[in-house]
């Protein structure tokens, strides 16, 4: 299995463009997870989903964040009009849930290093 | 109050000794524990898992779970230089079946060769 794949790697743009982030769950998984970390705050829970359905998008800071899963093995981040403070680390995470004994956790994408200048 | 606290470090542990890191949460209905080993300029990965009380061990790595002092941790045996990271607790609070997991801001450890 190739991993959670998230794309681009690195990410330059000016502040207002719109940016859109974008990830590859693994197969079969059927929990998406996208994460912002930084310095100041460490890894925040922006939105997730269950079966291709946001559960909890509580963490997304405001309006300029949108977040859409159209199938199993795909999702994309948008940020419109992009600011300096969202410059981050964007990972993607997935899993297969609650099992028996509890929660098994996640794995994550190589993350989107976000610069907005 | 943070749900997942842990002291930012650096801890500073000679390689050969153990390391020891700590962790506390507030959600006393939490059900399901991690650590996650972070690589300066990579991904979070997970190195142990533990749902109950008492120590559970894989290799050289023991996470140690007391759920009445809301407290997690973990042990490294034999720390090796390669074992520097910033080490990320996180705890799944399950309030209301919730799947998401809460971490903490991590500690980060350097093995001194």
């Known amino acids: 299995d190739a991993g959670v794949i998230q794309s681009p790697r690195h990410e330059v743009t000016e502040m207002g463009q719109e940016v859109t982030l974008r990830c590859k769950p693994i197969s079969g998984h059927d929990y998406l997870f996208w994460y912002r970390q930084t310095m100041m705050r460490g890894l925040e829970l922006l939105i997730y989903f269950n079966n291709n359905v946001p559960i909890d998008d509580s963490g997304m800071p405001e309006d300029r964040f949108s977040a859409k899963m159209p199938n199993a093995s795909f999702s994309t981040l948008k940020i419109q009009p992009s600011e300096p403070r969202d410059s981050a680390v964007y990972f993607c995470?997935?899993?297969?849930?609650?099992?028996?004994?509890?929660?098994?956790?996640?794995?994550f994408g190589s993350g989107t290093r976000l610069t907005v200048v | 109050q943070k749900e997942v606290e842990q002291n930012s470090g650096p801890l500073s542990v000679p390689e050969g000794a153990i390391a020891s890191l700590n962790c506390t949460y507030s959600?006393?209905?939490?059900?399901?524990f991690f650590w996650y080993r972070q690589y300066s300029g990579k991904s979070p990965e997970l190195i142990m898992f533990?749902?109950?009380?008492g120590d559970k061990e894989d290799g050289r790595f023991t996470a140690q779970l007391n759920k009445a002092s809301q407290y997690v941790s973990l042990l490294i045996r034999d720390s090796q230089p390669s074992d520097s990271a910033t080490y990320l607790c996180a705890v799944n609070p399950r309030r209301n079946r919730d799947d998401k997991i809460i971490f903490g801001k991590g500690t980060r450890l350097h093995i001194l060769p």
């Open positions: 995470a997935s899993s297969t849930g609650t099992g028996r004994l509890g929660y098994y956790g996640y794995t």
């Open positions: 533990i749902y109950s009380n």
């Open positions: 959600d006393r209905g939490s059900q399901s």
